[in-house]
């Protein structure tokens, strides 16, 4: 069983409460508001968050192999969307299937506990077999951007999703107040927090783009809005779910919040590049996967090795 401590609980519980009024208020607004289509949208992206909200639940109340499996088909489900996202070559299909393949070989070594070796395997050995693989197709049009794009991929969507799962390695004494799953819980509603605070800001106070070539709704304002809010309330959560003291958690949420913008900024520079607007369809009114963890695959990562540096964890045992 995973441990959830009272804290973790509290804040799961809080998450639905929240969810509750907020569709609450999202039916409500249905009766009152004359356009029905900006509240039919807004309907439709509160139950696909529902989805969201309750699969996690359900993958976390379990134990670690039933998180780590959830975790898993994510990646399978990311790694998939961006392979049908991205141009390929019909010579690659021999690759891709290296390339899913790699996603239970990277789990098992987690699941395991084997975490040097998830450190590794995709940015070493997959590095390695990739072209290995190429090379023995024989198709030399195309192999340099096709090599480099797959393992892209495989990076984003395999090895930094895979982050999710490895804070189980956390040991628990480190963090009394939430355990392991406290962590994850943090990095989670900080990265979310600053997503929406960023919207926010930009919306009510935007005038000055930031980068219009590659993200024309994104703000000065919006940016410097959203670090401000996000290392407040990196530092409020941080005796709830952390060991952290107030310096460290406010200097989490600078870090969490700028990372957080650039995620997002790195997979809408991909889109505009392919000339796609989501990159996918399966979760109605959000996009596709990488949509919602554009963001969480620069911010999970960092806030990993930020925790395993001040606590002194031993990640390559």
């Known amino acids: 069983m995973i441990n959830i401590t009272d804290n973790v609980r509290f804040c799961i519980e809080g998450l639905y409460v929240i969810l509750f009024i907020i569709t609450c208020f999202a039916y409500a607004l249905g009766f009152i508001k004359k356009d029905k289509k900006d509240v039919a949208n807004f309907k439709t992206r509160m139950k696909s968050f529902w989805v969201i909200v309750v699969l996690f639940t359900l993958a976390f109340i379990f134990n670690k192999l039933a998180a780590i499996i959830f975790i898993m088909l994510i990646s399978y489900l990311a790694l998939k969307e961006f ?11 021999r690759v891709l299937l290296w390339a899913y393949l790699s996603i239970p070989i990277q789990y098992y070594f ?31 049009d195309g ?11 495989l990076m984003a969507c395999v090895y930094a999703i895979g982050y999710f799962a490895l804070y189980f390695a ?40 930031i980068i219009p070539n590659v993200s024309p709704n994104k703000t000065v304002e919006g940016f410097v809005g959203g670090v401000v809010s996000t290392s407040i309330i990196a530092g409020c959560l941080a005796h709830f779910l952390t060991p952290f003291t107030y310096p460290q958690a406010y200097l989490v949420g600078v870090v969490i919040a700028i990372a957080g913008f650039f995620g997002d900024v790195t997979m809408s520079a991909i889109k505009r590049d392919i000339g796609v607007k989501d990159t ?8 596709g996967i990488l949509d919602r963890l554009d963001s969480m695959i620069f911010t999970v990562p960092l806030f990993f090795h930020y925790v395993a540096y001040i606590y002194n964890v031993g990640i390559l045992d």
């Open 280 to 287: 996918g369809s399966l979760l109605p009114g959000h996009g």
């Open 170 to 209: 956390i040991p628990e004494s480190i963090n009394p107040a939430g355990g392991s799953l406290g962590f994850l819980m943090y990095i989670l509603i900080v990265t979310i927090s600053n997503d929406f605070m960023q919207f926010v800001f930009g919306k009510s106070f935007g005038r000055h783009k």
């Open 83 to 93: 392979f049908s996202m991205i141009p390929t070559r019909r010579s690659d299909r």
């Open 110 to 140: 987690l699941y395991t506990g084997w975490v040097a070796m998830f450190y590794l395997f995709i940015p070493l050995y997959m590095f390695l077999l990739i072209p290995l693989r190429m090379v023995m197709v024989g198709d030399n």
């Open 143 to 153: 192999f340099l951007k096709s090599c480099g794009t797959i393992h892209w991929g």
